[in-house]
C-alpha cells in the first residue's frame, strides 16, 4: 500500500479537517461528453446527417 503525501506540513491539531481541505479530497466536475452523432439544443434534439428532430418523452 503507498501512503499519500499530503501537502499540509506538520498536522499537529485536527488531522482530519487538515486532510479534508487537502487537493486529494477537492470537488471534481465531470464534463458531459456527447456521442458524435447526436446533438441536443434547447429547443429540440437533432440527429445530425438527416435533419429530422427526435420525439422527447
Do not use: W
Not at 7 to 20: F, R, V
Not at 22 to 41: M, Y
Amino acid at each position: 500500500m503507498s501512503r499519500y503525501q499530503h501537502k499540509k506540513g506538520q498536522i499537529k491539531d485536527n488531522a482530519i479537517e487538515a486532510l479534508l481541505h487537502d487537493p486529494l479530497f477537492r470537488q471534481r466536475v465531470e464534463k458531459i461528453r456527447k456521442a458524435k452523432e447526436v446533438i441536443c439544443v434547447k429547443v429540440n434534439t437533432v440527429i445530425e446527417g438527416t435533419g429530422r428532430p427526435v420525439a422527447r418523452k
